[in-house]
């Protein structure tokens, strides 16, 4: 085992797999790339959604039936539904990994708001807000680390999901896995899992910055 190590220490310490267009970069791009189209989706319909939601207190119930179910599909298994439905190309995985990122992005925005102290809300009303105001000054600042851990939690999955996009001929950092399966190049499937692994611990760090200074007083 450990002989697979090294040698997966040696393919990712190889300069020929850090140039052209099957190089690590390259890959890393278009993961990003497709976790940043994905999450960009996914945030247009999940967190308006879950900001009313949160606002309003209508439909939560349905809000959390529906996330519960949408965390249920297997991603691969409507990868699989979309490709034959729309054929191949972009469309069917970004639309299984929106999938994939809607629920914890509309519970991170609903459950955000829903934190927020009634009192300060009330407070608000109190002193002439109207309630876009409420929302906007009040309610969303003050529900930004609970909203921010959701766009962080779809973040995750989505570059830990993404790599299903290479079963039907798209790149990112899944070729390396699914190329290194197919012909038994584990050394190579090991370096990329290794490199999707960092990414996603990288990203991770950022967005915990990103809810440590959202906690800062103002």
């Known amino acids: ?14 300069s020929a797999h850090w140039h052209g267009d099957d190089g690590i970069p390259h890959r890393l791009l278009q993961h990003v790339g497709y976790t940043c189209l994905t999450v960009a989706i996914a945030g247009a319909i999940a967190i308006p959604l879950g900001l009313w939601i949160g606002h309003t207190g209508r439909l939560r119930g349905l809000a959390i039936a529906v996330t519960g179910a949408l965390r249920a599909l297997p991603t691969l298994g409507l990868l699989t539904l979309v490709v034959l439905w729309r054929g191949i190309g972009l469309t069917p995985p970004i639309t299984a990994l929106v999938v994939l990122a809607i629920p914890p992005l509309l519970a991170g925005a609903y459950a955000g708001l829903e934190s927020v102290d009634r009192q300060t809300i009330d407070a608000a009303r109190g002193v002439g807000m109207n309630e876009w105001q409420v929302l906007g000054r009040v309610e969303i600042p003050l529900a930004m680390p609970v909203i921010l851990g959701g766009v962080r939690n779809a973040v995750l999955q989505v570059v830990a999901t993404a790599t299903v996009a290479a079963y039907i001929g798209l790149g990112g950092l899944g070729r390396y896995l699914i190329d290194g399966v197919a012909v038994r190049d584990y050394p190579q499937t090991l370096a990329g899992a290794v490199v999707v692994v960092v990414l996603a611990l990288v990203l991770d760090g950022m967005f915990a910055l990103l809810q440590r200074f959202s906690l800062s007083p103002r």
Do not use: P
């Not at 085992?1 to 190889?14: H, K, P, Q, R």
């Open 1 to 14: 085992m450990s002989g697979v190590f090294g040698e997966a220490a040696d393919w990712l310490g190889s």
